[in-house]
């Protein structure tokens, strides 16, 4: 009885000492090992030494580190994620981002080992840079800023400031910890919430200015083109009557020159009277 429980204690720890043994890693994935807390190097003894996708075995009491060589994505929007900073003008903004990163197989010792959860020490470390970049962005011209203040001038310069934040991550981060940043993106910023009602006030404020401006400048040039239509019919009129006074001139000057002026005048009073109805006749005294 006493050598069939040795003989059963022997199987299941040579069964689990065999499991032990052996690990998979998965496509996207690399392993490394450690053995009493030292990972594993190639005989150059300052290389790691990788394991690729497929069935390894290792010793029973060596441990694997599963890496994930694949992008990774943190997302910080939301009501939690969303970060806060402030900017120079002392207005406190909401960022949400995105960070994509990719772990540098050259570099993984720096990855794995130098940090305990590699996640939540890239997120705190970019909410350190983004804090500061905010703190400290200004633009690069001294114009007086306008509504909006840092806001404003945020929204504005966003494409630098993404440039900035991208360039500082690499630098402070990725060269630090082992990963390459793909894209740092500020997709949304959103100002406190007395800023953005200031905002929609002064904005539908100048719409209804640009609106008013608009109607008082058409009615304007309504009314300038009428008085240039006024002035052309009133100078043709005007032609017209001279070219009338000159041609009665004219014939006037002929018939005088005729010597039958008085005549004309003559016969014309006396049309003009055979039509009226009451003489007034001026007498000279």
């Known amino acids: 009885m006493l050598f069939i429980g040795l003989l059963l204690g022997l199987s299941t720890y040579v069964l689990l000492a065999i499991y032990r043994s ?9 392993g490394l090992v450690t053995s009493h ?4 190097r ?6 790691l030494k990788i394991y690729r996708p497929g069935l390894h075995l290792k010793w029973p009491w060596q441990e694997v580190h599963h890496v994930a060589l694949m992008e990774q994505i943190i997302e910080l929007s939301g009501s939690d994620g969303a970060r806060t900073a402030m900017a120079e003008d002392g ?4 960022f949400e981002s995105i960070l994509r990163y990719l772990p540098l197989e050259d570099m993984l ?6 940090l305990r959860s590699p996640r939540e020490h890239i997120t705190s470390l970019f909410t350190c840079l983004l804090r500061n970049e905010i703190a400290n962005f200004r633009a690069e011209d001294t114009a007086p800023p306008g509504p909006g203040g840092s806001y404003a001038l945020i929204r504005r310069e966003r494409r630098k400031l993404n440039a900035q934040i991208m360039a500082f991550c ?4 990725g060269v630090q910890y ?11 910023i959103l100002p406190p919430e007395e800023l953005d009602d200031a905002l929609n006030a002064a904005i539908q404020a100048r719409n209804e200015a640009n609106a008013d401006y608009s109607r008082a400048e058409a009615e304007a040039q309504q009314r300038v083109i009428a008085a240039r239509h006024g002035v052309e019919i009133a100078t043709t009129k005007a032609a017209a009557v001279e070219r009338e006074v000159l041609t009665l001139a004219s014939r006037l000057a002929e018939l005088d020159a005729a010597g039958t002026l008085d005549l004309y005048v003559a016969r014309r009073n006396a049309e003009v009277l055979s039509q009226s109805k009451y003489h007034y006749v001026r007498r000279d005294r």
């Open 22 to 30: 052996a690990f998979r890693v998965e496509e996207g994935h690399v």
């Open 37 to 40: 807390g030292a990972v594993l």
């Open 42 to 47: 190639e005989r150059d003894g300052k290389t």
């Open 91 to 94: 207005t406190v903004l909401r």
């Open 109 to 114: 010792y720096d990855y794995v080992f130098d």
């Open 170 to 173: 690499q630098l402070e981060i």
């Open 178 to 188: 082992g990963v390459e940043f793909s894209a740092v993106d500020l997709i949304d």
